[in-house]
């Protein structure tokens, strides 16, 4: 298996082509030797990031992730063809894609031209180029690519994430297990039982808080409560049908139900009446005001008006007493028509009440049933609670069972993936002594290790544990060197670089100390007899000082495949901010 770049270039032109061989590729940021340019000495800033994103974007990466989609026109008009040469498993191919039709790239194998219809497709014809000598391959081409070509946004902080990490995209184990040699179809296959664990987990539990009443009853009680509602219905069942062959009931039925009826309105007017009237009679009473008081204001208001009130103290009290009398008389006259009205429909309640008691006489069971519409109601009302209880209880059921048997399921996938790990103990031992190599070789320790285990957590989304620990591991700078190690492990192993595409871009990987920085890349220079392809981005400034010093004994001149500064950046023209 294999992929390797062979050249990057535009049409129209907005860059310099940029052709790749084996081994070490460097992309280098320099500084600028003319003093008149500002910022001149600076080596970041200068496209070095922006080319490998162009590189991604040819290897199909969303256009929602990438970088390119935001370069304003005046520096990449959208009808402009990136083009990307390439072999993969030594078929030439090449890849030409638009900002102006991203999800349609072109590709071009043997001479033949296809324009692909959706990214999905060109992402499904690539795969199959690639693992074309691989049985049930079930890796996107994409996918697979993620430990290959990792974001820089992905700040190199974990062997196994890949993305950028505000886009909070979950690790994929997949790419990685399948260079030791795994059965991916096993890892698809419990991933997916995990997620119908989960859909029918959800389920069981609302039908659980169903039954249970929101958990105020226990689950094992519902069956008692269904035996008793079956039982009332029972009986209540044998009640109506003796109520039915009884010849009162035909002649009756018709009456009962009108009697019934009213008797139902007359009481909700009933309760009505006596509200009412509790309000009215909950008034508060008149407030006595006494003469004395009257007088001092009446005298306040004289005082500051003068000719204007005429009218006697006499006057005034005489008034508020016509007020307060016809205030009372109101009251008085609204409680006694409330009164009355009430008087007539108890009346009325008690008469038909009474005709009920004298019809239900006729038809009398001995008190086993006497009102054929409550009767009824009742009946029905049993009836809804115990089919609905029976039929929540049995999904339930029904639940309880498929998640039991969907979790004994995933359980003896995890075996067969335990019994996998098993088989490939000779490999993770022998790429453990890969990482311990390396980084002897870096970090001047052989505190090392790595090992390979399952997850069988339903809130894991990993399935599978890569742990790897080297010597203070869990700083920014250690983590780096981390994931440099393990990604220079899959590719020079001798187990795993079977299945790896052989190719690896690390874009800024490098914010690490000097000593680790100049033994990674010695260690890279010693690896160059190996067939492989390593794409890195590098400033100048970080290795100036070891390079004149002969400390460096990777060749930078040799290696560089395209060097960008503040005057000669990637992209032609100014400086320029992405939209």
């Known amino acids: 298996?294999?992929?390797?770049?062979?050249?990057?270039?535009?049409?129209?032109?907005?860059?310099?082509?940029?052709?790749?061989?084996?081994?070490?590729?460097?992309?280098?940021?320099?500084?600028?030797?003319?003093?008149?340019?500002?910022?001149?000495?600076?080596?970041?800033?200068?496209?070095?990031?922006?080319?490998?994103?162009?590189?991604?974007?040819?290897?199909?990466?969303?256009?929602?992730?990438?970088?390119?989609?935001?370069?304003?026109?005046d520096k990449f008009m959208e009808d402009t063809q990136i083009i990307l040469d390439l072999e993969i498993n030594s078929n030439y191919i090449k890849i030409t894609r638009t900002k102006q039709k991203p999800d349609n790239p072109t590709i071009v194998k043997d001479g033949v031209e296809t324009e692909f219809s959706s990214i999905e497709d060109a992402n499904q014809y690539l795969k199959e180029l690639l693992f074309s000598n691989v049985e049930n391959a079930t890796l996107g081409f994409r996918e697979f690519l993620g430990p290959f070509v990792r974001d820089e946004e992905s700040e190199y902080k974990d062997i196994l994430s890949c993305y950028d990490l505000s886009k909070r995209i979950p690790p994929s184990v997949k790419p990685h297990a399948f260079l030791f040699g795994f059965d991916i179809s096993i890892i698809n296959g419990i991933e997916k039982l995990f997620k119908e664990i989960e859909k029918v987990n959800t389920h069981k539990l609302q039908l659980q808080k169903s039954l249970t009443e929101n958990k105020t009853r226990k689950i094992r009680d519902v069956k008692a409560v269904l035996n008793s509602l079956n039982d009332d219905l029972?009986?209540?069942?044998?009640?109506?049908?003796?109520?039915?062959?009884?010849?009162?009931?035909?002649?009756?039925?018709e009456d009962l139900g009108k009697i019934q009826l009213e008797i139902e309105n007359l009481r909700a007017r009933q309760t009505a009446l006596k509200y009412e009237l509790r309000k009215v009679k909950s008034f508060p009473s008149l407030e006595v005001i006494k003469r004395k008081e009257i007088e001092i204001i009446y005298e306040q208001f004289k005082s500051g008006l003068g000719e204007i009130v005429s009218k006697s103290i006499d006057e005034v009290v005489g008034f508020k007493e016509k007020i307060d009398e016809f205030q009372k008389r109101l009251l008085v006259e609204k409680v006694a028509s409330l009164e009355e009205e009430l008087d007539i429909v108890t009346t009325k309640l008690q008469n038909l009440e009474n005709s009920k008691v004298d019809k239900l006489k006729v038809i009398d069971q001995k008190g086993v049933l006497k009102d054929i519409k409550n009767g009824y109601a009742?009946?029905?009302?049993?009836?809804?609670?115990?089919?609905?209880?029976?039929?929540?209880?049995?999904?339930?059921?029904?639940?309880?069972?498929?998640?039991?048997?969907?979790?004994?399921?995933?359980?003896?996938?995890?075996?067969?993936?335990?019994?996998?790990?098993?088989?490939?103990?000779?490999?993770?031992?022998?790429?453990?002594?890969?990482?311990?190599?390396?980084?002897?070789?870096?970090?001047?320790?052989?505190?090392?290790?790595?090992d390979i285990k399952t997850v069988n957590e339903s809130k894991s989304k990993q399935i599978l544990s890569f742990d790897m620990r080297i010597d203070d591991d869990g700083s920014h700078s250690i983590d780096r060197t981390k994931v440099f190690i393990y990604d220079l492990a899959l590719l020079f192993n001798e187990y795993t670089n079977k299945r790896h595409p052989k190719f690896l871009i690390h874009d800024n990987i490098f914010d690490v100390d000097q000593d680790t920085l100049i033994k990674s890349l010695n260690y890279l220079s010693r690896k160059e007899s190996q067939k492989f392809q390593y794409i890195l981005t590098l400033n100048r400034d970080k290795i100036e000082n070891e390079e004149q010093s002969k400390l460096l004994e990777l060749d930078i001149k040799e290696h560089r495949v395209a060097n960008f500064t503040k005057k000669d950046r990637f992209l032609y023209g100014d400086k320029y901010s992405e939209v």
Not at 235 to 253: C, G, H, P, R, W
Not at 404 to 416: A, G, I, P, Y
Not at 421 to 435: E, K, M, Q, S, V
């Open 234 to 253: 029972r009986k209540i069942d044998t009640a109506l049908e003796s109520f039915k062959t009884n010849e009162a009931y035909e002649v009756m039925q």
């Open 1 to 73: 298996m294999r992929i390797k770049l062979l050249r990057l270039y535009s049409s129209p032109e907005i860059f310099k082509p940029i052709d790749f061989t084996d081994g070490i590729n460097l992309i280098m940021g320099e500084k600028v030797e003319d003093e008149s340019v500002k910022k001149g000495k600076k080596t970041n800033g200068v496209g070095k990031s922006m080319c490998i994103e162009f590189i991604n974007f040819c290897l199909l990466k969303k256009t929602s992730d990438s970088r390119v989609s935001k370069i304003p026109l």
């Open 378 to 450: 009742i009946y029905h009302q049993k009836r809804d609670s115990y089919s609905y209880l029976q039929n929540t209880y049995e999904a339930y059921d029904k639940a309880d069972s498929d998640w039991k048997k969907l979790r004994l399921e995933k359980d003896q996938m995890f075996l067969k993936l335990d019994a996998q790990i098993f088989d490939a103990r000779t490999i993770i031992g022998n790429f453990n002594d890969t990482i311990v190599e390396i980084h002897s070789y870096i970090m001047d320790s052989n505190e090392a290790s790595f």
